[in-house]
């Protein structure tokens, strides 16, 4: 059986999940952990016992012989890692979002258009397996007509990477693109958006409390998302029509449990006990296994997260935000041509 080499290029927190997943897949083989700060680099070497640790990326492109990088750089700077594996023609694996502004995205996806390889962002929330679930629900008509979601993720701490702190979008940016990614998989692209933001935090350049609604000709789709200072968190997802609902309530990150459940008028259909943390890693090791499945087969244009499909959901965040900016409701004719106003 073929193993796929390849490099996780950033070893802050968020890469013990990718590299848990990866680690699951016998035929992936990580040969390089490549981080600026090598003690990073070094603490995710149990995950990846027979990887090299490198400190510059280029000569990690230069000495392995890499079949995909996995990127996990902060977004300003994705464009220039992905490009750079683009000369050597590998496979590439992008963490959401594409890059902090939608004109540079736009830019990165066209330059990708056509390339053989796999082009993929890294956005897994859709892989939560009680979100499939429901995904398939939804295609079933479970939910009969005239649904309505609203979808809360209020985390109870601020971020303490120093790159989110300096970001000039904040939570709705950062996190709330999971959740916006969520209602594409759903329902596809929304006609209108109407947000507010709120900055309440002294350590935050951007906001920390987003309120998002998206329409669609008959549904409605309601997203809370925030960086609390402190307090409880609040966090669901709630699908209801008029035949059916689902219900989750939990975490959509890490930690602690949580239960799922469908309700067919009165009946209820299912009841399930689960663990948000669990969740969120499976979710990883989903994304990767398609990825990796694609990458054998050669397939890599039928990836779920591509660039193209991606970009839809950042276009619908950015677009919430300059509805935020401007107070006004801002139709969406077109995510390839939002107009960007002063955003740009």
Request: proline share 3%; glycine share 8%; charged share 25%.
């Amino acid at each position: 059986m073929k193993k796929l080499k390849g490099a996780v290029v950033g070893c802050g927190m968020i890469s013990k999940y990718h590299l848990m997943g990866w680690q699951r897949l016998e035929n992936v083989e990580i040969k390089a952990l490549v981080s600026r700060n090598t003690d990073n680099a070094k603490k995710r070497i149990e995950f990846a016992p027979g990887a090299t640790i490198y400190s510059d990326y280029l000569e990690a492109l230069e000495k392995e012989d890499l079949d995909f990088v996995d990127i996990l750089t902060p977004p300003h700077v994705h464009a220039w890692y992905c490009l750079e594996a683009k000369k050597r023609g590998i496979h590439i694996i992008c963490q959401k979002p594409i890059t902090d502004n939608l004109d540079d995205a736009h830019t990165l996806v066209n330059v990708f258009e056509g390339y053989d390889k796999l082009f993929a962002i890294h956005e897994n929330h859709r892989y939560r397996p009680w979100f499939t679930d429901m995904q398939q629900k939804l295609k079933e008509g479970f939910f009969g007509e005239k649904h309505y979601v609203h979808i809360q993720q209020l985390n109870p701490s601020e971020p303490d990477v120093a790159y989110k702190l300096a970001m000039k979008e904040g939570v709705l940016l950062e996190h709330g693109t999971h959740l916006v990614d969520m209602t594409h998989a759903l329902f596809g692209t929304p006609l209108r958006t109407y947000a507010r933001l709120h900055h309440m935090s002294k350590k935050l350049t951007g906001e920390n409390f987003a309120h998002v609604m998206f329409e669609y000709p008959e549904t409605t789709v309601c997203i809370d998302v925030g960086w609390k200072p402190g307090g409880v968190q609040q966090a669901s997802f709630l699908l209801t029509g008029d035949e059916g609902e689902a219900y989750y309530q939990g975490s959509m990150v890490r930690g602690g449990d949580s239960r799922y459940r469908l309700m067919n008028g009165k009946e209820v259909v299912l009841d399930e006990q689960r663990n948000s943390a669990d969740d969120y890693v499976e979710s990883f090791y989903l994304f990767e296994k398609e990825c990796t499945e694609l990458m054998l087969n050669g397939n890599v244009h039928q990836v779920t997260q591509s660039g193209a499909e991606n970009i839809k959901s950042l276009a619908s965040t950015f677009a919430a935000y300059e509805s935020a900016y401007t107070s006004s409701i801002m139709e969406i004719k077109s995510l390839e041509k939002v107009n960007l106003g002063i955003l740009k």
